[in-house]
């Protein structure tokens, strides 16, 4: 029963880490209306992996890893925000993310790589992590076991949140035709560009006005 209730509450972790629509999320429609329902959940696995390994940072107590991360976030920001730009800048100029049909394993990896760079390199998880996991009672476990429960949890509140958003997109891909494929192409771009350059922005305002 105790099991139980822990691996609920990782799921519901899980879920509320993953659910906000941000860069991440775009990319997933992205994937999900150009190259189907299976592209989306390999990219949002990425991001899955991410929000588990902060899970575990904050379930498990892990304060050299999340003290470590934070005393770092600018270089993590720094590194994040132009990443963001760069893939912006490559979505926008690949003709292939305009096209249905267009997936390729080796894209599909990139993808992966990709939103796990994107949800790694936010430090800023953590913060919103932590709260939640005490909200619900579940941080600093001493129990590895029960940690370790929790964990997959999390995994898995992450990957159904990823499941449904994909599901929800590919639904709808039979309707998406190229130009309006290309449209949402530039739109999830700007986005994500703009999501890059306000990381960065944000940091020289602190940099320059703290």
């Known amino acids: 029963m105790m099991n139980s209730l822990l691996f609920l509450r990782g799921l519901a972790i899980g879920f509320a ?9 775009m990319l997933c429609i992205r994937r999900a209306l150009a190259e189907g329902r299976q592209a989306a959940i390999i990219a949002g696995s990425g991001a899955a992996i ?10 498990l107590g892990l304060t050299i890893i999340s003290s470590f991360l934070l005393s770092h976030q600018i270089v993590i920001r720094l590194i994040g925000g132009s990443f963001l730009i760069f893939l912006a800048i490559r ?9 249905v049909d267009s997936s390729t394993s080796g894209g599909m990896v990139k ?17 919103a992590a932590i709260p939640v996991f005490a909200a619900l009672g579940a941080i600093g ?17 992450s990957m159904s949140w990823w499941l449904l958003l994909s599901t929800a997109a ?8 190229e130009r309006k494929l ?9 986005v994500i560009g703009l999501t890059g350059v306000g990381i960065l922005t ?3 305002v602190n940099y320059f006005f703290k």
């Open 17 to 25: 880490l993953a659910a906000p629509v941000g860069p991440v999320g």
């Open 141 to 157: 476990l001493e129990d590895r076991a029960a940690a370790t429960i929790l964990i997959v949890g999390v995994f898995a509140g």
């Open 111 to 127: 993808d992966f790589a990709s939103t796990f760079l994107m949800a790694i390199s936010n430090p800023a998880t953590i913060l």
């Open 182 to 190: 290309r449209l949402l192409n530039r739109a999830s771009s700007a």
């Open 202 to 204: 944000t940091l020289l």
């Open 50 to 59: 991410a929000d588990t390994i902060f899970g575990a940072v904050a379930g």
């Open 91 to 99: 979505g926008w100029r690949d003709p292939r993310c305009d096209k």
């Open 170 to 177: 590919g639904a709808v891909r039979s309707r998406f035709s």
